[in-house]
């Protein structure tokens, strides 16, 4: 086994590492703490954090990658010390959460099948037991094997998933019970998080154990199950919506609070920096910036050793193209409370007490505008996540060899249309990506509830 | 007001300029006419004159910003960043890498786009309108707590599966409407309802979910408490005071969109097949054609600050007390 680290990878556990840094020196924040704690004061907020720490948590998990190491054959092994040293690995690289799924993107069938089906969805020539041929639809390869008669497949199915529940349940004890007796003092709604987080357990290992036997969700038109297409999207949308996040605010950031600090001439050029780049329709200077990276890679193909990385690298330019085309919101916002805040006495005596730009900017301006920040954070993700699928249908998305749940729908987008319709695929996807996106979308509107001073207003007015 | 609008014109310009230069470099320097025709060639097809050849054909063939073989002002016109960018001011676009006429392929392609878009746009904006308004009436009840939790639920909806699940349902299982396809005399209405109908109803989450918090900030106002205090009724509230003021943020967000009108949906016309400028810049991106792109871009761009103008003037309009100078 030998751990590969993908520049994806290594950007996500970064900011990783950055943001429980800058939470972990927040934690004595009298304001910061009383807004949060108003977020998670709602069982709202419980579950929809929860329900994102989950995809996060899928995300992360599916982050630590590594490539099997390849059996040697023994006739190899026999000859020379030196030779049978060498370990040859597994072009196609594997994650922990590929190994906790136990396997379930290893069972490819020949083409479609519906959800929980036996029989393939096309039909084929076979050769019956008088050796007759005949056209019919082919048994799956990986679903009810152990079966004797198809007729008790639902009852099966149904002796297994109230197996795998008691598990979950015994599970999920285990898994609350030091967070029980940590917090059942808090003032904060927990049990809406422990029911989020028992409800997951139950599922994922209820997934884990009824697709040893059969196809949740069914199959693609290559065969691959649906249901792990669908959680290999999930490190996808994460990343996409985070990174390009990480890439935009550094820009955003620092030229939005120049502009607003320094005026003049400062001012002049960022806003002509950002009026031009906003003035050009953004899908197409996307998918421009898009093509012309795939023509670098394309013509350069010596850079990559691996598939995976030619697909890692391309997706970490998309990153980059959709953070740098996209500071321009948040620029604006920044400048104009920054210009706000510039005129408020307290800077106005820091400047009279001489106290040099660059620490007037850290300690007075930056810290009145991470509300910002953090409201852009969450609210650009779940647009990042909806922007995928729109990116990878023209084209200009993420590269089909890595799954993502616009890779699906584009996939799929026609198979309604086949008769009976091929309809799991896109459910699949749609659950998944619904799931995250709402879930992002209520906790942004908490987020910005408890940060944005104008809506506090607004709130103990009413 | 003339002077203002000759001003901002003029104001416009330095940025066209800007979006000009930026495309240039995006398409020229990054990426060499050399790249460019051994994408369009294909990997069996390149050899040192098919590249050769296909730059002259296509005019790429010049020096990038100075030709020294030439005297005077030829000089600085007989080169790319002169064939290529400086006549789009112009509206020259010039010709595809197929070879067609860009110029004409617009004018052409953007009504039907502008046939979809504008029924779409009008009818969208008073749909979320009138549910915005009817939400506000219930505020702070039950009732708009879960209306707001079904406009957040219908955002978090990809506007692929709107269009999907659209053709899905009214063209394919219902048989409604036709699937996809245009026909430009009368019987255009029949393949405009189904596109149209996703386009509302696609915007209803986002659009009535960001009404309802400008016409709640208008209900907190002062004026609204006194127009309670002396007896107006909810509904006039509503439609006499809260709407007419509201309206200077609704046309803040609204008129920027009108002229971009014209370059149509992406999605929408390629799902729809429908021959408009969408479609046109859709095709263009999956056959890499860099010079529709660029023309796309700027036109793009032009409507964009055009709507910016618009935008200034229909505050005159709407609010008395903005005066522009």
Excluded at chain 1, 16 to 40: A, G, K, M, N
Excluded at chain 1, 177 to 204: D, I, K, T, Y
Aim: hydrophobic residues 50%; proline residues 4%; glycine residues 8%.
């Amino acid at each position: 086994m030998k751990p590969i680290l993908l520049w994806s990878d290594t950007l996500v556990f970064l900011l990783v590492i950055t943001l429980v840094l800058f939470f972990y020196r927040l934690r004595h924040d009298p304001q910061t703490r009383e807004r949060w704690s108003q977020v998670f004061s709602t069982r709202l907020g419980m579950v929809t954090f929860t329900v994102i720490l989950t995809y996060v948590g899928i995300a992360l998990l599916d982050s630590l990658h590594f490539r099997k190491a390849l059996d040697t054959p023994a006739a190899a092994t026999g000859d020379t010390g030196a030779a049978a040293q060498e370990v040859f690995y597994n072009n196609k690289v594997s994650s922990v959460l590929d190994v906790l799924l136990g396997g379930m993107g290893e069972r490819f069938e020949r083409t479609y099948s519906a959800p929980f089906a036996l029989l393939s969805f096309e039909k084929k020539n076979m050769k019956d037991e008088q050796g007759r041929a005949v056209r019919d639809f082919p048994p799956l390869e990986h679903a009810g094997q152990h079966l004797a008669d198809p007729a008790d497949k639902w009852p099966d199915v149904l002796a297994r998933s109230g197996t795998a529940l008691l598990w979950g349940i015994l599970l999920s004890a285990l898994w609350l019970a030091p967070q029980w007796l940590l917090l059942r003092h808090s003032p904060h709604p927990w049990h809406a998080s422990w029911a989020v987080q028992a409800v997951v357990l139950c599922l994922g290992v209820w997934a884990v154990s009824i697709s040893r036997y059969y196809h949740i969700l069914g199959t693609d038109l290559g065969g691959a199950d649906v249901l792990y297409q669908s959680l290999k999207g999930v490190r996808t949308g994460v990343l996409l919506g985070t990174l390009s996040t990480l890439i935009m605010l550094p820009i955003a950031v620092t030229l939005g609070v120049m502009a607003g600090y320094f005026k003049g001439w400062v001012d002049d050029l960022v806003q002509y920096l950002y009026t031009t780049l906003s003035s050009i329709p953004g899908i197409l200077l996307i998918a421009a910036s898009v093509l012309l990276f795939q023509v670098y890679i394309d013509l350069n193909p010596d850079f990559f050793s691996i598939g995976m990385e030619k697909a890692d690298a391309r997706f970490i330019a998309l990153c980059f193209i959709l953070g740098v085309t996209s500071w321009s919101t948040l620029c604006r916002l920044i400048r104009a409370e920054t210009l706000k805040i510039s005129q408020l006495e307290y800077v106005q005596a820091a400047h009279a007490f001489g106290v040099s730009h660059t620490r007037i900017l850290g300690r007075h301006i930056l810290p009145n505008v991470v509300h910002i920040i953090m409201i852009t954070f969450v609210l650009d993700f779940s647009a990042l996540v909806l922007a995928e699928a729109v990116l990878s249908y023209i084209g200009v998305g993420i590269d089909p060899s890595m799954g993502s749940w616009g890779n699906m729908i584009n996939g799929a987008r026609s198979e309604l249309s086949r008769q009976p319709p091929v309809w799991w695929t896109l459910t699949g996807a749609f659950f998944f990506m619904f799931a995250l996106v709402l879930a992002a979308n209520l906790f942004s509107d908490l987020v910005r509830d408890a940060f944005d001073p104008r809506s506090g207003r607004r709130r103990s007015e009413t | 007001m003339f002077a203002y609008i000759i001003r901002r014109v003029l104001y416009a310009v330095p940025i066209l300029i800007g979006v000009n230069l930026l495309t240039f470099l995006l398409f020229f320097v990054v990426n060499s006419p050399d790249d460019m025709a051994v994408s369009q060639l294909g990997e069996k097809y390149v050899t040192p004159e098919a590249i050769a050849a296909w730059k002259t054909k296509n005019g790429y063939d010049k020096p990038l910003f100075l030709n020294a073989s030439n005297t005077g002002l030829e000089s600085l016109t007989d080169t790319i960043f002169f064939t290529k960018s400086v006549k789009l001011f112009a509206f020259d676009f010039g010709r595809s890498e197929s070879g067609r006429d860009i110029t004409s392929d617009v004018s052409t392609r953007m009504w039907p786009s502008l046939a979809v878009a504008l029924p779409t746009f009008i009818i969208g904006i008073w749909v979320n309108i009138c549910v915005a308004l009817l939400v506000v009436m219930f505020h702070a009840t039950r009732l708009d707590r879960w209306a707001v939790f079904l406009f957040v639920s219908l955002m978090s909806i990809s506007y692929l599966f709107y269009i999907i699940g659209g053709q899905y349902l009214v063209a394919k299982t219902w048989k409604l409407v036709p699937i996809s396809g245009f026909h430009a005399d009368g019987q255009a209405w029949k393949f405009l309802i189904l596109p149209v109908l996703v386009g509302v109803v696609a915007g209803i989450g986002s659009g009535a979910r960001w009404y309802r918090t400008l016409f709640l900030e208008e209900a907190n106002q002062d004026y609204v408490r006194t127009a309670r205090a002396k007896g107006a009724s909810e509904i006039s509230i509503l439609f006499r005071h809260i709407l007419p003021n509201a309206l200077i943020p609704i046309l803040t967000g609204v008129v920027v969109l009108i002229p971009s009108l014209f370059m149509g949906g992406l999605l929408i016309e390629s799902f729809f097949g429908i021959p408009g400028l969408g479609s046109y810049m859709l095709d263009a991106i999956k056959s890499q054609d860099f010079a529709i792109v660029r023309s796309m871009v700027f036109i793009g761009s032009i409507l964009y600050i055009f709507g910016l103008i618009l935008t200034d003037i229909s505050y005159t309009w709407a609010d008395p007390r903005v005066r522009l100078s």
